[in-house]
């Protein structure tokens, strides 16, 4: 098995705190998460990366979901994390990768509104269902809606 992964989903009200990264070309949106370094618990490891790339300590509500990925020979863990009210997230580093190569480039709070469909569909495979406020939120869409309408930013 290839090296496992760990992530941290913090929620405050209706926004989900995500990492922005730039890597091949394109932007997109995940979780604060990475690899689980060797004698590391996932738990341990959700919230190390949520300090490295968000610059704030967590602590650990509960599991969300372990994902198999087949094609990786590796688990993907995501917890429900909490951080204090006062906390500013602020931009951190990966620090696996040089400077010069760095892919993170800003941390957002962001409603699902906001996400694009792409990286919203991660969000929904790492439990975002199993938090009350999203089911209760998605549970309101219009039956006809395949999916969440996204707000377009100018």
């Known amino acids: 098995m290839k ?4 992530q941290s989903m913090v929620i405050r009200g209706n926004r989900i705190l995500l990492v922005e990264h730039q890597l091949f070309g394109r932007d997109f949106f995940n979780l ?15 919230l190390r990366e949520l300090e490295e790339e968000c610059q704030v300590k967590g602590t650990l509500i509960r599991p969300l979901t ?4 087949p094609d990786l020979e ?7 994390v909490e951080i204090p009210e006062d906390a500013v997230a602020k931009t951190g ?24 469909e792409r990286d919203r569909a991660y969000l929904f495979g790492a439990g975002l269902m199993r938090v009350p406020y ?7 869409w219009d039956g006809e809606d395949i999916s969440y309408p996204i707000k377009k930013m100018i």
């Not at 990966?94 to 962001?110: F, G, R, T």
């Open 66 to 69: 372990v994902e198999y990925k």
């Open 74 to 80: 590796s688990r993907v863990f995501t917890f429900l």
């Open 93 to 116: 580093i990966d620090p696996e990768l040089p400077a010069d190569e760095q892919s993170i480039i800003d941390v957002k709070w962001m409603r699902l509104d906001e996400i694009a």
């Open 3 to 6: 090296r496992d992964r760990s």
């Open 32 to 46: 604060p998460g990475g690899g689980i370094e060797e004698n590391e618990t996932p738990e341990q490891a959700a």
């Open 134 to 140: 999203f089911h209760d939120e998605v549970l309101m």
